[in-house]
Each structure stands twice: as structure tokens, then as C-alpha cells.
């Protein structure tokens, strides 16, 4: 559903980007046209101006020139006497200087029939002398009265001129016509060679002034036939064939654009030429200047405008695109981050839950270890003082028999009034009951529940107690011991009554693996190694099989028939709880060797007990 909004979204952006372009395009291309139409426009006004004063200045030189000929005498004589040989030389020669001074083609003089009589070119092999040019239209209007002025190519000498005529009148006659002929080809000179094109026509559309050579005598609207007729009557043209020029518009509309259809012309090129076409009327209507200039620079500058529009459109497109895309990355980050995020809190979660339901599990059983191993410990320091119940009640029987052996000789004595020796028996009685009680509190304290917790113990009293507890079994096994214990006190941080419980132990299976044995000597040696307290039990029993050696720490591993194997196995936790460690080894001699080690911590040291 997202997608789809995203698409349509999208697709709504683009089309609004699309309608902006062509907007713009359209705007800004008409806007160009229509200011570079203008400009075009007002420029080639200006050149249409310039051309037309042009012409009109050049053809303004020889206007006047005939109306003055045709009022000298000279003139009127020639035609007065067209027969007087000396009068015409006279003639041919004045109208030559004239036609040198005002620089025109030729000047000549037609009588009332209009041959020529006299011309600036009299000398010249193409003279016009002799030649008749009544059917000229200057002829016509100027014999009738009135001054002439026509275009034509000169039927002599196939040039283009522009011919001035003027009736030479005589007692309110027309005896003549005096005509200057101007050379046209000096008009186009200035103006070959621009960018636009300048054309005089006639008015049949037929270009006879132009800067483009090749559209000379080129008809720019099809001749009808008429005007074909009105030509060779003229013969303006001569005898040349009036080619039509394939161009289309209207063309005696001013600033209106025209169509040159190339392709007519010439079968290579496709496009048409457009021109921008001002006209302006000339000489009594008789011509139309006009200008062509073509359009083509406007259309190389919209084909710009367009290029720079588009590549500016398709810029800021592709950065909107980046932009945007780099928005959709950083969001997809930002999403994947979140996600990513999300999951590795949900793992926290998952895992934090089950590690709690884990420790829960582990307090709980720890728990229920710490209870058991209580218990455990509490049955071993029974199993040890069943062990230990024989000789401890013999330890109790014998005092307690010499007390009452005192205390009936007491009577005795007391019955033959010795008092003195009663008073020795009762203080024996009182010392033999001390020593009872020492034996009991030694035991109580044994049997007593540790509370497991750690303090800084001085490790000497511990040994000598556990040496106190069982005293009266090594007696009752005649088993010797010796303890090295140094003068200084040594502290480690125990738990005074689980450590002695674990001496007694050591020295009970010690006792234990020596009762078969010769020399029944078990020693104890305290020492310290690098900050190590160890204290060690060595007998001179049966040692331990190889075999066993990796067992013995196992809990219930025993080789002894009524035993229970927890001793050891004991033993080791509790002195691991305390940072240290219990190793067992056989003596090179024979025998064992049992080793409590002990970091030494002479910090803070509490000697309370
Ligand atoms: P139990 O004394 O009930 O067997 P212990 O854990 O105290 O349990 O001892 C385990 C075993 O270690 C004994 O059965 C015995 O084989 C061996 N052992 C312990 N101390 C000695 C020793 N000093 N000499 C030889 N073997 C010993």
C-alpha cells in the first residue's frame, strides 16, 4: 500500500516537474522570439531606411539632369537640325562631358521618332546613335510630356540601367527627348556582402536590384501571362527568362515572415529558410525595397535557450534526485539502525531474563549446596567423633573411676579425720574434673555448627586444638607426633573451626593408615613459602595406591570398610572456599603427605578466635 502512494507520489512529481519544464520552456522561448523578432525587426528597419535613402540619394543625382539638358539650346538645335553633321558632333561631345561629370552610363538624345541623335557614346562601337527606342516607356511618357523614368536592361549594351527621360519642347512642342542612363550595379555594390539581403522589385515581384546576385532577375510570386506580355513589350528584361523563386508568405506585408523553400533551389537541402521581410515603397510605387534577413541567428538562440533550459531542468532534477536519495539512505540507515537497535535490546532483554532465571537457579542451588554441604560436613564431624567415641570415653571412664577412688578414700579419710589427705584428694578430684570438662568443651566446640564465616585466624592455636582433641587416641595407639611449628604467629583468613575439623582429619586418617605400622610417628609442620601458609601432615602408614591418587578428592571414594569417603572431599571445598588448596602425595620414604596451603594475611590481623 506504501509502495503504491510512494509511486503515484512520485509520478505526480515527475509530471509536475515535466509541466514546469515545458512552462518554462514555452515562457522563456516566447519571450526570446519575441524580443529578438523585435530587435531583428527595429535593426532591420533601420537597414531598410538607410537602403532606401541610399537609393533614393544615388537616383536623386541624375533626376534633374535631363529637365536641365533638355532646356540648352545645344539640345535644341541638335534636334532642330538633326541633319547638320558639325551641329550633332557638337551634341555627341556636350552630352559626353555632362555624362563624365554626373558619372551616369550614358546620356544621349532621342528626336520625335525616338532613334537617337546624339549620345555620350557617339565614339564607341556599342553608340546608340541610330537606335530607336520608342518602344521604351520613357520614350512613351516623355514624348507625350511628362518626364519619364523607367528600369530596364539596356537593349544595346544588356546592362542594367535606370533610365531619366525629359520631353526637349520647342515653340509649345515636343521636337525630342533628352534621356541619362544610370548605372544600377553601382547601388548593390555598397550593400553586397551583409547578413540580410537587400532586393528592389518591380511590380511584378521581379528583382532587378539585389544583393544576392543569384536572385537577379528572379521572380519571388509566379508571372502571369499578361505580365509576361507587358514584359516583352518593354522588353525590360530583354529576352531573359524570368525564373520564379520558390518563396511563400506575403509579401507585400510589411515585417511579415517568408519561406524560401530551399529543396526547389536545390535538391540537397532540406530545411527552408525563414526571413523576417520589411518592404517599403518606392518611387511612386513603381518599386518595393525590401530587406530579408534571415531568422536563423533567432533560432540558433531559442535552440540554446532550449539546450540551456533543459540541461538546467535535467541539473536540478538529478540534484533533487541525489538529494532525495540520500534522504531515503540516511532514513533506511536511520530505520536499519533502529531495527538493528531494537532487536539487539530485545536479545538483551531475552538474554538478561534468562540469565536472571539462571542465577536464580545457581543462588538456589547454591544454596541448597551450602545447606548440604553443612550437613555433609556436620555427618563427617560426627563420622570423626564416632571414630573418635571409644577413645574419648576411655579418655572420660579412667578420671572418671580415679575420682571415685578419691572420693572413697576421701571418705576414709575423713572417717580417721586425715584431713590433710582428704583435702589432697579432693583438689586431685577437682583437677580430674577440670580435665573432663576441657575434653567435653573441646568436643562440644567440634560438634559445634560453623557459621562458615571467614576472619584472620592465627593458624597455631588451630593445630594445637585439633592436637588436644586427639590426644587421647594417639595415646590409645600409641602413635607418636611431633609439630614444627614456628614462634611467630602465622595468620590466614579461615574459618577457625571448619580448619580445625580438617586437621583432625588429616590426623585421624594419618592414625588410621599407620595401624598396622611399626613406628607409628605422624609430624606437623607449619611453614611459609612465598606468602603461602602450609601446613602438613606426613605419616609413616601405607601411602596411597598410584590408582587412588586421582580419586581421592571424589566424594564418597574410600578404601576403608565402614568409611565414608566425604572426608577429603570435604575437606578440599572447605579449604577452596578459603582461596587455598589440599594436595595429597606419597612420601619418598613411606607414608603421606597431606598439604593445606594458605595465603598468608598478616593485614588487619584479628586474633580473636
Ligand atoms: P574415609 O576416611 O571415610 O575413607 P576420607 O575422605 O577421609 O574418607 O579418605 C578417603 C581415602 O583416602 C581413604 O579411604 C584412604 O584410602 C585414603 N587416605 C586418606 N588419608 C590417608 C593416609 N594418611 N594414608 C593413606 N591413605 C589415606
Not at 518626364?147 to 544588356?158: D, H, I, Q, V
Amino acid at each position: 500500500m506504501a509502495v503504491l502512494i510512494m509511486d503515484s507520489l512520485r509520478r505526480r512529481v515527475t509530471l509536475l516537474w515535466l509541466f514546469l519544464y515545458c512552462l518554462t520552456l514555452l515562457v522563456s522561448i516566447h519571450w526570446l522570439w519575441q524580443y529578438s523578432y523585435q530587435q531583428l525587426q527595429i535593426t532591420n528597419q533601420q537597414q531598410l531606411d538607410r537602403f532606401s535613402r541610399h537609393i533614393d540619394s544615388q537616383l536623386g543625382h541624375f533626376s534633374f539632369i535631363p529637365q536641365l539638358l533638355s532646356r540648352q539650346g545645344i539640345i535644341i538645335n541638335a534636334l532642330m537640325a538633326s541633319d547638320n553633321s558639325a551641329q550633332l558632333d557638337l551634341t555627341n561631345r556636350h552630352l559626353n562631358t555632362i555624362n563624365t561629370i554626373v558619372g551616369a552610363s550614358d546620356t544621349y538624345l532621342l528626336d520625335k521618332d525616338g532613334t537617337t541623335i546624339a549620345a555620350s557614346n557617339w565614339n564607341k562601337k556599342s553608340t546608340f546613335i541610330g537606335n530607336n527606342f520608342a518602344f521604351r516607356p520613357y520614350y512613351q511618357d516623355a514624348i507625350q510630356g511628362s518626364p519619364g523614368r523607367y528600369f530596364a536592361l539596356g537593349s544595346t549594351s544588356g546592362k542594367r540601367g535606370y533610365y531619366f527621360s525629359y520631353p526637349v519642347n520647342y515653340a509649345a512642342e515636343t521636337i525630342g527627348v533628352v534621356v541619362i542612363k544610370m548605372n544600377l550595379s553601382l547601388i548593390e555594390k555598397d550593400w553586397a556582402g551583409k547578413e540580410q539581403s537587400f532586393l528592389v522589385t518591380d511590380l511584378n515581384n521581379v528583382v532587378f536590384i539585389s544583393s544576392e546576385i543569384k536572385w537577379l532577375y528572379h521572380s519571388l510570386s509566379p508571372l502571369s501571362e499578361q505580365q509576361k506580355n507587358d514584359l516583352r513589350e518593354t522588353r525590360r528584361y530583354l529576352e531573359r527568362k524570368i525564373d520564379y523563386v520558390p518563396i511563400s508568405g506575403n509579401l507585400n506585408t510589411n515585417a511579415d515572415l517568408l519561406k524560401l523553400d530551399n529543396k526547389k533551389l536545390d535538391n540537397k537541402k532540406w530545411l527552408p529558410t525563414y526571413y523576417l521581410s520589411l518592404i517599403k515603397a518606392f518611387d511612386d510605387e513603381q518599386w518595393n525595397v525590401r530587406v530579408l534577413a534571415p531568422i536563423t541567428p533567432i533560432l540558433f538562440d531559442i535552440l540554446l535557450l532550449f539546450l540551456l533550459i533543459t540541461l538546467l531542468y535535467m541539473l536540478l532534477y538529478l540534484t533533487l534526485i541525489l538529494i532525495k536519495q540520500k534522504q531515503t539512505r540516511h532514513q533506511e540507515q536511520v530505520l536499519a539502525e533502529i531495527k538493528s537497535k531494537q532487536k539487539l535490546e530485545f536479545t538483551v532483554m531475552q538474554r538478561t531474563s534468562a540469565l536472571q532465571a539462571e542465577v536464580e537457579e545457581r543462588h538456589k542451588a547454591e544454596a541448597a549446596l551450602r545447606s548440604t554441604q553443612k550437613e555433609l560436613i556436620q555427618s563427617a564431624k560426627l563420622a570423626v567423633l564416632g571414630q573418635l567415641s571409644a577413645s574419648i570415653s576411655h579418655e572420660l571412664n579412667n578420671p572418671l573411676s580415679a575420682i571415685r577412688t578419691y572420693a572413697e578414700n576421701a571418705v576414709l579419710f575423713l572417717e580417721r579425720d586425715k584431713l590433710d589427705q582428704v583435702s589432697n584428694n579432693l583438689s586431685r578430684i577437682t583437677h580430674l574434673t577440670e580435665r573432663m570438662a576441657k575434653i567435653s568443651s573441646q568436643l562440644k566446640s567440634f560438634a559445634r555448627k560453623s557459621n562458615g564465616e571467614l576472619k584472620i585466624i592465627a593458624l597455631q592455636p588451630v593445630i594445637l586444638a585439633a592436637h588436644e582433641l586427639l590426644k587421647p587416641q594417639l595415646k590409645a595407639n600409641r602413635t607418636e607426633l611431633t609439630m614444627h611449628l614456628p614462634t611467630h604467629s602465622i595468620h590466614v583468613k579461615a574459618e577457625p573451626i571448619q580448619l580445625e575439623q580438617i586437621v583432625v582429619n588429616l590426623l585421624s586418617n594419618a592414625l588410621q593408615s599407620m595401624q598396622y605400622s611399626d613406628h607409628k610417628l605422624i609430624e606437623i609442620e607449619l611453614i611459609v613459602e612465598s606468602d603461602i601458609a602450609k601446613i602438613k601432615v606426613l605419616d609413616q602408614g601405607t601411602g596411597i595406591d598410584e590408582a587412588h591418587l586421582p580419586h581421592l578428592f571424589e566424594p564418597f571414594f574410600t578404601t576403608k570398610e565402614t568409611g565414608l569417603g566425604l572426608g577429603l572431599s570435604i575437606s578440599q571445598q572447605i579449604i577452596n572456599n578459603m582461596q587455598g588448596t589440599l594436595t595429597a602425595k606419597n612420601r619418598v620414604s613411606s607414608g603421606a603427605e597431606f598439604c593445606i596451603s594458605l595465603p598468608v594475611n598478616n593485614n588487619n590481623i584479628n586474633t580473636k578466635q
